[in-house]
């Protein structure tokens, strides 16, 4: 079965500091990845998403993830953490094609210290 | 703009009454999609729709309900006979092949 795996459920980083949030997927294939963001009592926000070709994903905020195939992994990077990123992050993955019934992790909570 | 609308924010339900959330979307997508979101569990699939009157069970659908009348709307049922019905409700939309969600902002269910 599909499934996806947050190792971190609580990181804190201090403002400025490079940031990088795990995330391994199981799936057979190759699957549609993506990073979300909800700030707390908001709805999810796509931050950035991999289909195919370059492995290295640019996203919005100043984020980036890259996919790994051979370690089935896609962990999302910031180089300098604002105060305001502050919030929950969800990794998710798909099947690629169809509607794409996402499947999500369990969310890694960062804390930024000023 | 377009988005997805969900209604009420806050809702409180007395233990054996039957609650509907409201999700409606001006994006003219396909599918939509019924998550609950416990603490540390992140996000569970209720039901899904890809086409106006067809819907399908998710993984945690006992005890909850759902329509398909018009492309735009997909209220969920929040009945009796869910045991513990107190979480966040995430709604959300997609287009075939486009890849990932577009959220509702959520309702959050009390039971009081």
């Known amino acids: 079965a599909q499934s996806v795996t947050q190792p971190d459920i609580h990181i804190t980083v201090s403002e400025g500091a490079s940031l990088e949030l795990r995330c391994n997927y199981s799936?057979?294939?190759?699957?549609?990845l993506f990073w979300y963001v909800q700030s707390p009592g908001q709805g999810l926000q796509l931050l950035l998403k991999?289909?195919?070709?370059?492995?290295l994903v640019q996203g919005i905020k100043g984020f980036e993830a890259e996919f790994k195939r051979s370690q089935s992994s896609f962990n999302l990077r910031k180089p300098s953490v604002h105060w305001s990123d502050a919030a929950e992050y969800f990794c998710?993955?798909?099947?690629?094609?169809?509607?794409?019934?996402?499947?999500f992790g369990a969310g890694t909570r960062l804390a930024v210290h000023p | 703009d377009g988005g997805i609308t969900q209604s009420p924010k806050y809702l409180f339900r007395k233990e054996g009454q039957n609650v509907t959330l409201s999700c409606e979307q001006n994006?003219?997508?396909?599918?939509m999609y019924w998550y609950r979101q416990d603490p540390g569990q992140g996000l569970r699939l209720i039901y899904y729709s890809q086409i106006v009157n067809d819907f399908q069970k998710g993984d945690i659908a006992e005890g909850y309900s759902v329509s398909r009348e018009k492309k735009e709307s997909f209220p969920l049922t929040v009945t009796s006979a869910q045991k513990n019905p107190t979480a966040f409700y995430l709604c959300a939309s997609s287009i075939e092949g486009a890849g990932g969600y577009t959220f509702g902002s959520g309702t959050r269910l009390t039971v009081v």
């Open positions: 998710a993955v798909a099947p690629s094609g169809g509607y794409n019934k996402l499947i």
């Open positions: 799936y057979g294939a190759t699957p549609y």
């Open positions: 994006l003219n997508h396909d599918a």
């Open positions: 991999y289909f195919s070709g370059d492995t």
